[in-house]
Structures are given as C-alpha cells and as structure tokens.
Antibody, heavy 125, light 107 residues
Framework: QVQLVQSGSELKKPGASVKVSCRAS????????MNWVRQAPGQGLEWMGG????????TYAQGFTGRFVFSLDTAVNTAYLQISSLKAEDTAVYYC??????????????????WGQGTLVTVSS | EIVMTQSPATLSVSPGERATLSCRAS??????LAWYQQKPGQAPRLLIY???TRDTGVPVRFNGWGSGTEFTLYISSLQSEDFAVYYC?????????FGGGTKVEIK
C-alpha cells in the first residue's frame, strides 16, 4: 500500500538546523509531487510548498523561502525538508504528503493523499 | 492566492445528528476542492476530493457538495469516531490553500 514514513521527533536549539526525512513506498516515487505541510501547536494546516520528484525542482510558498529547503534522494525514494537558523516559532509538526502527478513540465495541483505520520520539531533553548 | 474560509469554527452536535460544515473560496475553484478529517495526534486523512467524490473506504454518511466558491460537507448521523477537525483545501491553482478548519465536538 502507498505509505509515507517520516523521521522521528527533534529537539533543537535556536539557530540550529534540522533535516526531516520522508520515505515513500508502494508507488512510483518520481511520478507524484511531494508536499510539505506545517501545523503549529493548536493551529491549522499550512502548505509550505512541494517538490517535483521527476525533476527535483522545488516550489516554496510565501513565508517559506530562504531557510527552508526541499530535496530528494530518488535512489531511496526519500524526500527531505531542511530548516536552518531555527527559531522558536518553527516549533510545529511537519507533514510530508503526496500530491498529484508530475512530469518534466511540472506538477498538477491536486488533493493530498496520503500523509506521513508527522514529525514534531521543537525549538527551545 | 485563493483564501479558503470555513464556518463555523466549532460545531457542537449530538451523536446521531447531522452536521453541516461550510467552506467558501475567495474566487472560483471549480470542483477542485478536497475535505480532510484530522483527529487529535493524527495526520489528516483525505475524505472527499473533486468536491463530492468520497475517497476509498470513507463511509457513505460523508457527503460533499458544491462548486465554484461555495462548498458543504455533510455528515449524516454522527458517530463517535467523527468528532474531529475538518479542513477544506483548494487545488485549482498554486499555491494550495487550506481553510482554517471546523472542529466538530460532542454536544
């Protein structure tokens, strides 16, 4: 079955970096976009952007440029989210979630399914 | 960016009753609208896509309706497992955007 498995919770100090992994199985990894969604404590869902798994080209939503980097390792069907210069307000659960079809021309916007289990990143001194 | 607005923020319903959740888009998204359910401590789960198509395994008591800018999720005869937060999301254009959510709680 289609499944996304994320890395475990992280506790980081302000200014540090974190890299969250998302391993996909059960489908052809390079045919579907991988989205990243943030959920701050007690808050709603916020689309951070996504990556074209066919070309490796990332797209970042407003507010997620500069310190946020999406990357891939297609050899192991894994997507990554790296956040640098962490701040307290980055404390959140980060989800990877499969999007719609991708090809060399881009990805179609689509519903998001399935979702990874989420990775809690806590930033605290 | 298309802004998605959900109402009400909280809906108190007794088990067995029907719940009606609304979602409005700031501009037309055609039928490119999905609904998700999220329970505490869990990842969201896709319920409805294409505004009205239930995802595999979703009970028939969940029904989506609407197109353009106005959408509704109906949950008939609420079961205990249905008390959760529900989000709508448009995928008509980038960036993908979510509504703020409606929490369905036990009355």
């Amino acid at each position: 079955q289609v499944q996304l498995v994320q890395s475990g919770s992280e506790l980081k100090k302000p200014g540090a970096s974190v890299k969250v992994s998302c391993r996909a199985s059960g489908y052809i990894f390079t045919k579907f976009a991988m989205n990243w969604v943030r959920q701050a404590p007690g808050q709603g869902l916020e689309w951070m952007g996504g990556i074209n798994t066919n070309t490796g080209s990332p797209t970042y939503a407003q507010g997620f440029t500069g310190r946020f980097v999406f990357s891939l390792d297609t050899a192991v069907n894994t997507a990554y989210l790296q956040i640098s210069s962490l701040k307290a307000e980055d404390t959140a659960v980060y989800y990877c979630a499969r999007g719609d079809y991708c090809n060399s021309d881009g990805c179609s916007p689509g519903e998001i399914d399935p979702w990874g289990q989420g990775t809690l990143v806590t930033v605290s001194s | 960016e298309i802004v998605m607005t959900q109402s009400p923020a909280t809906l108190s319903v007794s088990p067995g009753e029907r719940a009606t959740l609304s979602c409005r888009a700031s501009q037309s998204v055609s039928s490119n609208l999905a609904w998700y359910q999220q329970k505490p401590g869990q990842a969201p789960r896709l319920l409805i896509y294409g505004a009205s198509t239930r995802d595999t395994g979703v009970p028939v008591r969940f029904n989506g309706w609407g197109s353009g800018t106005e959408f509704t999720l109906y949950i008939s005869s609420l079961q205990s497992e249905d008390f959760a937060v529900y989000y709508c999301q448009q995928y008509n254009s980038w960036p993908l955007t979510f509504g703020g959510g409606t929490k369905v709680e036990i009355k």
